[in-house]
T-cell receptor, first 114, second 116 residues
Framework: AQSVTQLGSHVSVSEGALVLLRCNYS??????LFWYVQYPNQGLQLLLK??????LVKGINGFEAEFKKSETSFHLTKPSAHMSDAAEYFC????????????FGGGTRVLVKP | GAGVSQSPRYKVAKRGQDVALRCDPI?????LFWYQQALGQGPEFLTY????????KSGLPSDRFFAERPEGSVSTLKIQRTQQEDSAVYLC??????????????FGQGTRLTVV
């Protein structure tokens, strides 16, 4: 079975500071990994995905993530936080053996301070 | 349509009432998923359709939950005899054919169900 762990349910950063959201996964097969963002009362929007090509993946809104197989991690970063980055972020792994259903982590809520 | 559409956006049901939640996927998307998101948690898989075939219903929490997609397009998630623990946001997602696991799932805005 696959699983995803996100360390830290809440993260507070100052505007302009580095954003770092941690994600560790467990998978018996090479994983496909995703980061989604959810704004209040909205659905999930894809930020970026790792599909076994480049280990450093660039996404929308200046976010990027690095796949590290040895650490089973897929941490999300953004060099400089913007007020509009305040949202909840979910890491997910795709189950290729069962369609492509997603297993999500518990989410990390980001608060950006001016 | 331009995206995945879900209706209603909000539903308040009395305990014991039956509810039906609708999902209109992106036109042409073969795969359709339902997820349940409890307050403060990540979404959890409920069920998966490929066209009209329900290929995986392992996440449905009880036999009170039933989903269908009779013509391979619109899907309905039905919950019978609702209980307070059913209160959650129900998310629908669809995706187009592609290498398994590699395709992007597009999510609707969800239906927030509150059972009182």
């Amino acid at each position: 079975a696959q699983s995803v762990t996100q360390l830290g349910s809440h993260v507070s950063v100052s505007e302009g500071a580095l954003v770092l959201l941690r994600c560790n996964y467990s998978s018996s097969v090479p994983p496909y990994l995703f980061w989604y963002v959810q704004y209040p009362n909205q659905g999930l929007q894809l930020l970026l995905k790792y599909t076994s090509a480049a280990t450093l993946v660039k996404g929308i809104n200046g976010f990027e993530a690095e796949f590290k197989k040895s650490e089973t991690s897929f941490h999300l970063t953004k060099p400089s936080a913007h007020m509009s980055d305040a949202a909840e972020y979910f890491c997910a792994v795709s189950d290729r053996a069962a369609g492509n259903k997603l297993t999500f982590g518990g989410g990390t809520r980001v608060l950006v301070k001016p | 349509g331009a995206g995945v559409s879900q209706s209603p956006r909000y539903k308040v049901a009395k305990r014991g009432q039956d509810v039906a939640l609708r999902c209109d996927p992106i036109s042409g998307h073969v795969s359709l998923f339902w997820y349940q998101q409890a307050l403060g948690q990540g979404p959890e898989f409920l069920t998966y359709f490929q066209n009209e075939a329900q290929l995986d219903k392992s996440g449905l929490p009880s036999d009170r939950f039933f989903a269908e997609r009779p013509e391979g397009s619109v899907s309905t998630l039905k919950i019978q005899r609702t209980q307070q623990e059913d209160s959650a946001v129900y998310l629908c997602a669809s995706s187009s054919p592609g290498e398994r696991g590699n395709t992007e799932a597009f999510f609707g805005q969800g239906t927030r169900l509150t059972v009182v």
